[in-house]
């Protein structure tokens, strides 16, 4: 049986109560049961849930060093959406909302794209699956629980997956900081998959050449750029309020 580990006081809770059954065994800080963790602990024996009170370099070995507020629990494997998900997908959603990161390598910026996407109400998000961060449990961590609602579909060619899009009538809007149009000046209703770059380097050149078109975020500082989760939720919540 495959398995993962998941940590953290909001992440272990969202998917304990959306998924219990997929728990196995948990570890928690010995002798840690305060008023932020006992309710977590109640709820684990409440599902039946194994957990041992272990030292804190047990559980820091087990995260990796990673921050796990003194909790830790092993899960099986979820679901791993696939390419043709994400056509199931929008073969049930006539307006889809979908995001699309395209080389974005840090699970923290995962983890908080996530966490807005479920916010602004986003079907899918979607990655390249090669040179691009995966699903894992620092992103699950940021993500607050919205790893577990919004689908993660990785995709063997995401030029050809914008292109395919495009054949589905869906807008394909990307970020780029030297374009003329602006994203306040942007139509984001209708079906729509916005597109956000790696910090940094940004959209690839053939990335960037199957989106519809290109739009930049008005920057009045001295700072050229937003890191890519910060930028991605102002995109995401335009779209939400230029959507309602």
Same mark, same amino acid.
């Given at each position: 049986? !495959? ?24 570890? #928690? $800080? ?10 977590? $602990? ?6 039946? %849930?194994?957990?041992?009170? =272990? ?5 820091? @070995? ?10 830790? #629990? ?9 390419? #043709?998900?994400?056509? @199931? ?8 909302? $979908? ?5 974005? *390598? ?10 807005? #996407?479920?916010?602004?109400? =986003? ?6 699956? @090669? ?13 607050? &629980? ?25 807008? %394909? ?26 910090? &940094? !380097?940004?959209?690839?050149?053939? *990335? ?12 009045? &500082?001295? %700072? !050229?750029s937003l890191n890519v989760s910060v930028a991605t939720g ?11």
């Amino acid at each position: 049986m !495959s398995s993962e580990m998941i940590y953290g006081i909001h992440a272990v809770t969202a998917l304990l109560e959306t998924a219990p059954e997929r728990f196995i065994e948990a570890w #928690a $800080l010995k002798g840690r049961e305060d008023d932020r963790l006992l309710p977590l $602990l109640n709820l684990l024996r409440k599902y039946g %849930v194994s957990i041992q009170f =272990v030292q804190r370099k047990t559980l820091d @070995d087990k995260a990796e060093g990673a921050i796990h507020q003194g909790i830790i #629990a092993r899960i099986k494997e979820g679901k791993k959406y696939e390419e #043709a998900d994400l056509w @199931d997908l929008l073969d049930k959603q006539p307006h889809p909302f $979908l995001l699309v990161l395209d080389g974005v *390598t840090d699970p923290h910026n995962l983890g908080a794209c996530l966490r807005s #996407a479920d916010a602004a109400g =986003v079907h899918a998000l979607i990655v390249p699956r @090669d040179k691009s961060v995966s699903l894992n449990a620092t992103a699950r961590k940021v993500a607050c &629980g919205a790893a577990e609602t919004v689908p993660f579909i990785q995709v063997t060619n995401l030029a050809r997956t914008l292109r395919e899009l495009k054949d589905r009538n869906v807008w %394909v809007v990307g970020t780029a900081g030297e374009t003329d149009d602006e994203l306040f000046d942007a139509k984001l209703t209708g079906p729509l998959a916005l597109v956000m770059g790696a910090e &940094g !380097s940004g959209l690839r050149r053939l *990335t960037r050449e199957h989106c519809d078109q290109l739009i930049r975020i008005p920057m009045a &500082g001295a %700072v !050229s750029s937003l890191n890519v989760s910060v930028a991605t939720g102002i995109c995401l919540f335009e779209a939400v309020r230029q959507r309602r």
